[in-house]
């Protein structure tokens, strides 16, 4: 239905939708969702806390793949996030899966990160929000009653051909490694 490369946010969607059923906006995101299905990856490229940069959807071809898009570094719900799958890195490479972090905090910060709380796999930086924006994810944020730009917490699986078998958006950073686990066991068969 949409472009490889469109850009949700250009078609006017506001990202700080309720997460109720109820919610035409939330309703219409889900919607753009399930249309991405099957759709490729964007090709961009973007630094990598491992020393390279990443060229998606190449460099990540062949294998199960989730990015996990979280707002920053270090702060409270970003951290459990992280360190839940820290957790389980090694359930996603029994079934033979890649996990990447992807926020909009540069190397160092990411790198910070990932010392402090030793993570084992590798966050990417997205600063200027391409990957982000393509993907529906950067926009108008709520938090505490203010709006300001940023990413929401949204989760893609992506195939070993390049293509978005999953989205899942607003998730909750305390039981998204479960549901991620799952659907990705059961879309490789393993």
């Not at 702060?75 to 389980?88: F, I, L, V």
């Not at 010392?115 to 590798?122: A, E, I, R, V």
């Amino acid at each position: 239905m949409f472009a490889t490369n469109t850009n949700f946010l250009q078609m006017g969607i506001v990202r700080k939708a309720v997460a109720s059923p109820l919610n035409p906006i939330f309703l219409l995101l889900e919607e753009i969702s399930m249309s991405m299905l099957g759709t490729n990856l964007p090709a961009i490229s973007l630094e990598s806390t491992e020393g390279k940069h990443v060229k998606l959807p190449e460099d990540i071809a062949g294998s199960w793949t989730l990015l996990y898009f979280y707002p920053k570094d270090d702060t409270p719900g970003c951290t459990k996030q992280a360190c839940s799958y820290r957790d389980h890195i090694g359930e996603f490479k029994e079934i033979g899966a890649k996990v990447y972090g992807v926020s909009l905090d540069h190397l160092d910060s990411h790198k910070n990160f990932i010392q402090k709380y030793s993570l084992n796999f590798p966050l990417l930086s997205d600063p200027d929000h391409k990957l982000s924006e393509a993907l529906g994810v950067y926009g108008d944020q709520e938090w505490k009653g203010k709006v300001f730009k940023g990413l929401s917490r949204d989760s893609f699986l992506i195939s070993p051909e390049g293509k978005i078998q999953r989205v899942w958006r607003k998730v909750d950073p305390a039981t998204t490694v479960e549901e991620t686990l799952q659907e990705i066991s059961k879309a490789s068969g393993r």
